[in-house]
Nanobody, 130 residues
Framework: QVQLVESGGGLVQRGGSMRLSCTTSGFTSNNGAIAWFRQAPGKERAAVSCISTKDATTLVADSVTGRFTISRDIAKNTVYLDMNNLKPEDTGVYFC???????????????????????WGQGIQVTVSS
């Protein structure tokens, strides 16, 4: 019954900004994490940013440090990814993901962790033009 629904993607020019939203239903966790993954053309799925459902600790990938910010509005059951100064290499399909048990460090730092994540959104396309 857990559902994750992404919105806010589309086409943006290099240097622009965009907010992605992930609205959740049926998901509660005090010891897990919610994350944004992306899959660029011809590349493997990898975590971009993660937030702990326990203490709100956040992690971001080196490639987006200083440009992307993850946040969570518990009352609205929504997680956001605010993306600034977008680059063409940010292009890809962005997925919202959640797990009740994986801690934020595992979600964002362990290779191939996506194989073990329990819940996924449908994915949305983000295209950054040069």
């Amino acid at each position: 019954q857990v559902q994750l629904v992404e919105s806010g993607g589309g086409l943006v020019q290099r240097g622009g900004s965009m907010r992605l939203s992930c609205t959740t239903s049926g998901f509660t966790s005090n010891n897990g994490a919610i994350a944004w993954f992306r899959q660029a053309p011809g590349k493997e799925r990898a975590a971009v940013s993660c937030i702990s459902t326990k203490d709100a600790t956040t992690l971001v990938a080196d490639s987006v440090t200083g440009r992307f910010t993850i946040s969570r509005d518990i009352a609205k059951n929504t997680v956001y990814l605010d993306m600034n100064n977008l680059k063409p290499e940010d292009t890809g399909v962005y997925f919202c993901a959640a797990d009740r048990m994986l801690i934020v460090q595992a979600m964002c730092l362990e290779p191939d962790v996506w194989l073990h994540v329990d819940y996924w959104g449908q994915g949305i396309q983000v295209t950054v033009s040069s």
